[in-house]
């Protein structure tokens, strides 16, 4: 199974993801634009339309969707537009890109009842959309943390 989702800086959701049990293998790049192939700068110039995104793949025995979705809601404010701490840009977007019907509905029923939980003050605006193409990010930005760590 696949997840791909929006939650900011693509290397801070990358990281989070990376430590959850059930999860075979994370990797970071583009979704939900307008542009083919587009690089990172792209991207960072706001001309693409694209979602700095990790997508995972995981083992849905060992966790499940609705698990993944938690770590998302977890690991950034959903009420805040176009903006995760000091990112700004629609590149760093809330959203959740769905690739099954079902991954459509676990997500509107996991945000509604968020909505619903008096966690926030403000709305959450989180889009949820269906997958498109997905444009892997160059390799100096995958596991960017890690590598990081080693130097």
């Known amino acids: 199974m696949e ?4 939650a ?3 290397w801070s959701i990358e990281a989070a993801f ?8 994370t990797s970071v790049g583009y979704m939900g634009g307008h542009f083919e192939n587009p690089s990172y700068l792209d991207v960072l110039s706001r001309i693409t339309g ?3 995104v990790c997508q995972v793949k995981y083992d849905s025995s060992l966790v499940q969707y609705e698990d993944l979705l938690n770590t998302f809601w977890n690991i950034h404010d ?5 903006r995760q701490g000091a990112d700004r840009g629609e590149q760093y977007r809330s959203v959740i890109f769905y690739h099954t019907p079902e991954q459509s509905h676990i997500a509107m029923r996991s945000k509604e009842h968020l909505e619903r ?4 003050d403000r709305p959450i605006v989180t889009l949820i ?3 498109s193409s997905y444009w892997l990010a160059t390799e100096d930005h ?3 943390f890690e590598k990081k760590q080693r130097h």
Request: net charge positive.
């Open 8 to 10: 900011g800086c693509f």
């Open 50 to 52: 694209h979602a700095e």
């Open 18 to 25: 990376r430590n959850v049990k059930g999860i075979h293998s």
């Open 78 to 82: 959903p009420t805040s537009l176009n």
């Open 142 to 144: 995958q596991q960017y």
């Open 117 to 120: 939980s008096g966690r926030y």
């Open 3 to 6: 997840a791909t989702l929006g």
């Open 129 to 131: 959309q269906p997958a």
